[in-house]
T-cell receptor
Framework: NAGVTQTPKFQVLKTGQSMTLQCAQD?????MSWYRQDPGMGLRLIHY???????DQGEVPNGYNVSRSTTEDFPLRLLSAAPSQTSVYFC?????????????FGNGTRLTVT | KQEVTQIPAALSVPEGENLVLNCSFT??????LQWFRQDPGKGLTSLLL?????REQTSGRLNASLDKSSGRSTLYIAASQPGDSATYLC??????????????FGKGMKLTVNP
């Protein structure tokens, strides 16, 4: 199985541009989430979803939108990129949001906004 | 607000040592705690998950313990090898202000095992 697949691996944007970071999982996981990882800040939750059609905000949701139309896909949209959104973005999934469901991570998208 | 701390931020040891990595959290009302490993340029790999009702979990040379009442977890690595070099992160799920859907991560500890 491929697990959690993120595309692209690298991206450079100019301020104000929009783009979508793709995330797909083939493990039939109900729970999916997006994190950003910044030096000195650790991993911070952006948005998450406990199933198709259900999304909610995490710790740092401003400037990002998500949707969950299928179980497999959970894209993250940057509406108008800002330099503060330069970061490494990770998508993660688990079987459920329950007690014994380890989180599985993709390999990340490194985004630079100039 | 749940806070997770890992001290020290970095550790360098010779090969063969037995290691103890520490993780502390401020809100003991957690559902579970997970230890991860992150290699440079890669995502996180889950190592061990301990439910709040458990005291420890073991996988190969790794043993993780949980003392919920004191807000502490330790990851024990036996007979360390250069291949263990990576950043280790702990994360807790839940807490009084967070539901089971949210994990809070520590900032990680960078381990270097020298041959």
């Amino acid at each position: 199985n491929a697990g959690v697949t993120q595309t692209p691996k690298f991206q450079v944007l100019k301020t104000g541009q929009s783009m979508t970071l793709q995330c797909a999982q083939d493990m039939n996981h109900e729970y999916m989430s997006w994190y950003r990882q910044d030096p000195g800040m650790g991993l911070r939750l952006i948005h998450y979803s406990v199933g198709a059609g259900i999304t909610d905000q995490g710790e740092v949701p401003n400037g990002y939108n998500v949707s969950r139309s299928t179980t497999e896909d959970f894209p993250l949209r940057l509406l108008s990129a800002a330099p503060s959104q330069t970061s490494v973005y990770f998508c993660a999934s688990s079987y459920s949001a329950g007690l014994n469901s380890p989180l599985h991570f993709g390999n990340g998208t490194r985004l630079t906004v100039t | 607000k749940q806070e997770v701390t890992q001290i020290p931020a970095a550790l360098s040891v010779p090969e063969g040592e037995n290691l103890v990595l520490n993780c502390s959290f401020t809100d003991s009302a957690i559902y579970n705690l997970q230890w991860f490993r992150q290699d440079p340029g890669k995502g996180l790999t889950s190592l061990l998950l301990i439910q709040s009702s458990q005291r420890e979990q073991t996988s190969g040379r790794l043993n993780a313990s949980l003392d919920k009442s004191s807000g502490r977890s330790t990851l024990y690595i036996a007979a360390s090898q250069p291949g263990d070099s990576a950043t280790y992160l702990c994360a807790v799920r839940g807490g009084l202000q967070g539901g089971s859907e949210k994990l809070v991560f520590g900032k990680g500890m960078k381990l270097t095992v020298n041959p």
